[in-house]
């Protein structure tokens, strides 16, 4: 930034430049006064309440639902009495279950080595082999819950392990 500046010939002109200013900026009385000004009252606002609106007036709702299920569900349960329908029941083995199966054919490997922390070889292929037992017998299970099981292993950890036992079986 560039500043012009002043230049004086005598310290008496100096000193008559800064009392110039000083009574420019500083005079009190030379201010004029604010004016009072009276202004009318305003009426009061009006108060807009602005509530979301709930659920039910979104979007249509049925009331009943849950009475109509559970008729379902009642309608069921009778119609199996009766001998009108057999239920299928789903054998849902655990994982550590079927973890502990697919160890059988490892000796001196433990369900806590392929669970957690060691990569050698000796643990990788029954971890491999027991990811993928797990998602063949539960496919209700993600492949992150798998990984979270194993040792909160990635979702691409269980489906590499997966894919690799299938190349190997033959089976993709």
Not at 62 to 74: P, S
Not at 87 to 114: A, H, K, Q
Not at 133 to 160: C, M, N
Request: proline share 8%.
């Amino acid at each position: 930034m560039i500043v012009t500046a002043r230049e004086f010939t005598s310290a008496a002109e100096m000193r008559a430049a800064a009392a110039a200013v000083r009574a420019r900026c500083l005079t009190l009385g030379a201010r004029p006064k604010p004016a009072l000004v009276v202004l009318a009252p305003r009426p009061p606002m009006p108060v807009v309440l602005n509530h979301p609106k709930p659920g039910w007036k979104k979007e249509p709702t049925l009331f009943e639902e849950h009475v109509i299920a559970y008729q379902v569900i009642v309608r069921i349960r009778e119609m199996q009495a009766h001998g009108e329908i057999e239920m299928v029941d789903f054998d849902r083995r655990s994982m550590l279950d079927i973890t502990m199966e697919v160890l059988v054919d490892y000796p001196g490997i433990s369900v806590n080595d392929v669970r957690f922390g060691r990569r050698t070889r000796k643990v990788c292929e029954p971890r491999a082999v027991a990811m993928y037992e797990v998602k063949k017998q539960r496919p209700d299970l993600s492949y992150p819950a798998i990984g979270r099981w194993f040792g909160g292993r990635d979702h691409t950890t269980v489906l590499y392990s997966v894919r690799k036992i299938e190349a190997q079986r033959g089976e993709a």
